[in-house]
């Protein structure tokens, strides 16, 4: 096999003839070549010489040996497993995968080994990755432990991996097609996640605003209730950033007509209203076109050959499909201020009891079957939404449930209302691998602890959002659901809104320094949330955690759930921690037994940093300054380093932007230097 050097880090090898259609062939960003340059130089993993194919009837196959010890992680979204060693994956769309099949709404044929390399497979198809469940004849001839005692009798304890056992093979299986393109990157489970990621096109970088707090309100809410609704979160003080409608709004929704319904008879006035109150809209809709929509008739040509929910699926595929699309939805939305798109069921899985899918079978004029369509949707979907508010100079931070391969750039989050909370936090831990990020939403809770442990959550993640599509108060007033549709209040409300209140500050003190972790991604190809694995590769027991992850440069993030109660194990890896409540110093590389009431999430502090916390504002505004109270951890050995630009259009890239340094001077006190002519939006406060 012939690797080519493609740029710094990254092989590439062509197996057979690949298909017309393939992630890399839609790729919408370039490799950043400049960034994997800054990265160093890496050799050929030595697995590049390892790789065998074979090609049959049923299509193509790829082998490659697996170390016993060897831990795998990547796949994209996963819900119910971190490390993929010794499972096989199957990657296919699927919006409500009930086992831990591999299928979720964004597979990713891409994974990481600790043995030093990260593969890609450049492919829409359903691919299944057998990683290391397979040993080949004969691997186990040598064996002859005979009468050994049972330890356990259990289904799994027999059928488990065994993990000291004989080197095993990796299979990818690539049924019906010809070939593919390969694609290797080098080094560290970080380096490689974040090469792939610099290949992908970089981190997405979301505006400021994005990162701020969402609140999606009641599908069958009106203007005024959502006009009211947003007054009582400003007089209540309560920070939110984003407002987001649900189906209601569309005079017609499963499929849509992108025409606001009677509910919202003077949608402009609405939408100035809640620009006056610093709110940026964000507004529910999928892309199957329903017969009343305006441009329907047009796009009949360029969609695929079965309806979902008796529309259209446009095959965005074709430029007249997403012109068709985009120009509607500029003139009529990203024009008037609506600031984003919630891309809702792009992830239709063809397994469920509805007409809510095409076959595989389906085909598209773009010469895409549905099998391919289904692992290319999502992210042409988000391509489409990105380039209209690119081409207005504005940037976008929204929400997609499904999404696939060399997805960084795009700045869209996953999400899902169909999982519990601890598969939320997994969701969060495994996306990180493949170039996507996930929403651990606020949804349905079960009582008021409920809310409080998934609130925490969302505060200490990538996007901080409630989705109260079926409930017309907040979760703060009532979390029953048919009491809260009938007006009836929880008698501890003051309560409740107080610990969010509190939250919702907490995470607007923290968004200049989720900002700076964003352009890391952006930057460097460094996730802002991050399994431990990836910071902490050589302790083993970093590489199971699955129920913590790192924010940034400096945190540590161990939520709870309401299972939970109070107690939960964290372990903290080599090094101190502090305590970020109340300062308490932990010594790392062990577990922890730690107590955290309802209203706590324990968050731990890497020592030697600085953490640049901002006193909170209500919203992201275009003048807003963030005043900064840096918070210096112990004997400070990293910088500090936050940026400031206009934090909501596209001019960073032209270097508009400043850089701030923050570090201590020999006496121990802040050191603050500055570079770059922008406006100031971060004061240093000392
Ligand atoms: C679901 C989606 C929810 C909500 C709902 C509205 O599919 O996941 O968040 O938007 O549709 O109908």
Sequence with gaps: MEWKAIAEGIWKVTIGVPEAHTPVAWRKFPVQEEA????????????????????????????????????????????????????????????????????????????????????FADTFRHAEFYMGTSL??????????????????????????????ERRTVIIDLKAVE?????????????????????????????????????????????????????????????????GLEPGWHSHSYSCTYQWSDLFPRPEEMIQDLEGQGYKLNLWEHLFVYPAASFYQELLPFSGEYEVWNGLVPDFGTPEARELFADYHREHFVRKKIAGFKLDECDNSDMNASNWSFPDTARFPSGMDGEQMHAAIGGLYQGLVYDMFRGEDRRTYSQVRSSGALAAPLPFVLYSDLYDHKQFIRGMVTSGFSGLLWAPEVRSCRNGRDLLRRMETIMFSAHAIYNCWRIPNPPWKQVDITKNLAGEFMEDTGYYTDVCRRYHEIRMSLLPYLYSAFVRYRREGIPPVRALVMDYEEDLQARNVDDEYLLGDSLLVAPMTLEDGTERRVYLPAGKWHD???????????????????????????????????????????????????????????????????????????????????????????????????????????
Excluded at 138 to 164: D, I, M, P, T
Aim: net charge negative.
């Design 136 to 165: 080949e004849k004969g691997r186990s001839s040598h064996r002859r432990e005979v009468n050994q005692a049972h330890e356990e009798f259990s289904e799994s304890a027999l059928y488990a991996l065994k993990r000291n056992a």
């Design 36 to 119: 994997l340059k800054d990265m160093g130089t890496a050799k050929l993993p030595e697995v590049a010489g390892q790789i065998t194919s074979r090609q049959d009837k049923r299509g193509l196959q790829i082998m490659l040996p697996m170390d016993t010890q060897e831990d795998i992680y990547g796949f994209g979204l996963q819900f119910r497993s971190l490390n993929q060693a010794g499972r096989k994956r199957l990657l296919r769309v699927n919006s409500d995968p009930a086992a831990d099949t591999g299928e979720s709404h964004a597979p990713v044929p891409f994974y990481i080994s600790t043995a030093g390399y990260g593969l």
């Design 580 to 686: 970020f409540w109340n300062g308490t110093v932990l010594e790392g590389g062990k577990s922890y037994e730690i107590t955290a009431d309802y209203d706590k999430i324990p968050v731990y502090v890497r020592d030697g940093c600085i953490l640049p916390l901002a006193e909170p504002v209500e919203y992201v505004s275009r003048d807003t300054v963030f005043q900064i109270h840096p918070r210096i951890y112990g004997d400070v050995r990293e910088e500090c380093t936050l940026y400031e630009d206009d934090f909501e259009t596209f001019a960073f890239e032209r270097g508009k932007f400043n850089r701030i340094s923050l570090g201590v001077d020999a006496e121990g006190k802040l050191r603050v230097e500055r570079s770059g002519g922008e406006r100031e939006r971060c004061r240093i406060v000392v």
């Design 179 to 243: 070939g593919v393109d390969l694609y290797l990157f080098a080094g560290k489970v970080k380096e490689v996640v974040q090469r792939y990621n610099l290949f992908s096109g970089g981190g997405c970088l979301p505006p400021m605003w994005g990162l701020g707090v969402w609140y999606r309100s009641y599908g069958g809410s009106g203007q005024e209730a959502v006009q009211d609704m947003a007054r009582s979160f400003r007089e209540e003080r309560m920070p939110v950033d984003v407002l």
